[in-house]
């Protein structure tokens, strides 16, 4: 008669013990947070608000340019869905996947998808936030007046219509020659306003103005000469 080895029997570390094990990397995140607290500080306060300057640019906190990002580059019919709905999903998966998926391998080398996927979320984390950083969509308000090299003269109506171009705003979104703004040159907004204009009792009609203005100031500005 023969016998089959017996299976080793596999027997848990006490709860005591396993805490005793876990606690050391959680204790020492917290000590780290409260030196960083006591040594760094939180950020000086700015000035109070001021309603009268209408030229802000609001940023959030640096680690959270990327989610600014991502905010700026949805469509705008999914940003309130997004903001309300999406910390809520990422909170909920956060708590279920331990219930779920409680067992199985910690090693990260017997994890090779763990780690990929991990990897490929501080990618697309670092990638936004440079994208939150430079916020093309933004108007540059530090775009200086178009120079003479760029306009190509110092006098007449081009040289007029240079100057036209940074005092009525234009130039903080669009670019002239690469100077200016992010969000395109100026035969981008030409090309859009050149669509039908809205009815007298669209809010946007003031925008559309001021734009058409934009337009007109950048025919002043005829085809100035482009640098490569």
């Avoid at 009525?168 to 002239?176: D, R």
Wanted: hydrophobic share 45%; charged share 20%.
């Amino acid at each position: 008669m023969s016998h089959s080895a017996a299976a080793p029997r596999v027997t848990e570390a006490p709860p005591r013990a396993r805490i005793s094990r876990h606690a050391p990397g959680p204790m020492l995140m917290i000590a780290g947070i409260v030196l960083l607290a006591i040594v760094v500080g939180a950020p000086a306060l700015g000035r109070p608000p001021d309603p009268s300057i209408i030229q802000a640019q609001p940023r959030p906190d640096w680690y959270l340019l990327w989610y600014f990002a991502v905010l700026a580059l949805l469509p705008a019919q999914l940003e309130t869905p997004v903001i309300v709905l999406g910390p809520l999903l990422f909170g909920a998966i956060l708590l279920v996947i331990p219930v779920l998926r409680n067992r199985g391998e910690r090693h990260p080398l017997r994890r090779p998808w763990a780690i990929g996927v991990v990897a490929l979320i501080w990618v697309m984390i670092g990638t936004l936030w440079i994208e939150g950083k430079r916020a093309p969509w933004s108007p540059d308000f530090s775009a200086q007046p178009l120079q003479a090299q760029v306009v190509g003269t110092t006098s007449g109506p081009v040289a007029e219509g240079g100057k036209l171009f940074h005092q009525k705003g234009c130039e903080f979104c669009h670019a002239i020659a690469g100077h200016g703004g992010h969000r395109g040159n100026f035969e981008d907004l030409e090309a859009g306003l050149r669509k039908p204009r809205a009815t007298d009792v669209d809010p946007r009609v003031k925008i559309l103005e001021a734009r058409d203005q934009c337009v007109d100031i950048g025919g002043r500005l005829h085809s100035p000469p482009r640098r490569g």
